[in-house]
């Protein structure tokens, strides 16, 4: 039975009402998504950028025998309260280092403790009335000031959070992903090869290709589970080395890595393996010569955004020890180390105040670099794809 006109013009209405009602909702979904996005970034760019900025003073030093004995150069006792200890700890082996110091005295510029870079900041802070007082008065003569924090990212970790810096996570995150790397890119581009270009299609490889899926979907700390079961306890790997680290992190990273290759690889249209198996190509060099040189800007943005899920990865790496701390840069793959999140982890637990802002602050840091390397995968893709 035909439908009046008023009839369908009804139910046309009512599905352009649903359609708009879908597109809006979307639109709002999105809208909220980027509001998140924005507060997030807003909340770390507030707490963390204060991390960049660090409290120094003037202060006059006096370099003798007994304060080389204390371990201190000896200065105004109310001033001295208000200065980093980590400055003081230096006074003995800069005496050592230049004799000719005994006797003198100098005016500089010394790293100011926590509670000073707090209170000049605008947080809240310990000192006592009459340290504030203090630090007021040498703020009017110019003589404790905010400067950009050398601090942050040429030391490595410390107790006290004035001192506190990225340099050893930093050193410790390249070597790391520099194990990952070295690892998962060619063992898993050649498993992608041999799986697309060479493996029978049977049961065996397609169980396979199930397990590389289901692999690429598992909590990573299973994966350090592994790496703690495998490399540290069975083959007595050092704990807590970029070395262990790194070949937990390539478990993890093989499967995305695969799936990536085997994307690009399949891109690539039959026709180019027809042309050169037609000019008497063997197998072999039709992969080398012709496929792989056409899928490699797709197997680059894959290694490269697995390569930035792995630098941002905290969990498989507790499991193997990489949160130790470690103040110094790690000289050799098999040495103690920490990575970036680990750091920030670590910064995290701290009970002080000033540790808020160093945590925020590796962040920023932290997404700089992911952001860096997502982008050049993008950038790669976009310039040297091919469309067929």
């Known amino acids: 039975m035909s439908q009046s006109f008023d009839a369908i ?35 770390m760019l507030s707490k963390g950028l204060p991390a960049f900025q660090q409290a120094y003073m003037q202060v006059e030093l006096e370099y003798s025998e007994e304060a080389s004995r204390m371990g201190r150069a000896a ?37 100011a403790n926590s509670q000073v870079d707090q209170y000049l900041k605008g947080h809240a802070s310990k000192l006592r009335d009459n340290e504030r007082a203090v630090v007021d008065e040498l703020a009017e003569e110019g003589r404790v000031a905010l400067r950009f924090n050398t601090t942050f990212f040429s030391r490595g970790d410390s107790k ?12 410790g995150t390249v070597m790391t992903m520099l194990v990952t790397l070295a690892i998962s890119f060619p063992i898993g581009v050649m498993t992608a090869v041999y799986l697309e270009e060479f493996a029978p299609d049977n049961r065996l490889t397609q169980l396979i290709e199930i397990n590389i899926n289901n692999l690429a979907a598992i909590p990573s700390i299973l994966f350090g589970l592994l790496g703690l079961a495998i490399f540290i306890n069975f083959f007595g790997v050092p704990r807590s080395s970029p070395l ?5 992190l390539a478990l993890m990273t093989l499967p995305v890595i695969i799936i990536a290759t085997r994307t690009a690889l399949r891109s690539v249209p039959d026709s180019i393996r027809h042309a050169a198996f037609g000019v008497g190509c063997s197998r072999w060099q039709v992969v080398r010569d012709h496929v792989l040189p056409l899928a490699m800007p797709g197997i680059m943005t894959g290694s490269i955004i697995g ?24 000289a050799s793959f098999t040495q103690a180390a920490t990575v970036l999140p680990a750091q920030i982890f670590t910064w995290a637990g701290e009970p002080e105040r000033a540790f808020v802002e160093k945590t925020a602050g590796g962040i920023l840091v932290l997404l700089a670099i992911l952001i860096f390397l997502n982008a050049s995968a993008v950038i790669l893709r976009k310039k040297f794809e091919r469309r067929w």
């Open 9 to 43: 013009s009804a139910q046309l209405r009512k599905r352009h009402r649903r359609s708009a009602r879908l597109k809006w909702t979307s639109m709002g979904a999105l809208g909220l998504a980027g509001l998140f996005l924005v507060l997030f970034f807003a909340d």
């Open 75 to 111: 200065m105004d006792p109310e001033v001295a309260r208000l200065v980093s200890r980590t400055f003081e700890r230096v006074i003995p082996r800069m005496i050592r280092n230049d004799p000719d110091l005994l006797g003198t005295s100098e005016t500089r510029w010394v790293l």
């Open 160 to 171: 006290m959070a004035e001192s506190s810096g990225i340099l050893a996570a930093a050193v």
């Open 307 to 330: 390569l930035a899920q792995a630098m941002g990865e905290t969990a498989p790496l507790i499991i193997v020890g990489m949160v130790a701390f470690i103040p110094d840069v790690s």
């Open 244 to 248: 262990v680290g790194g070949m937990t």
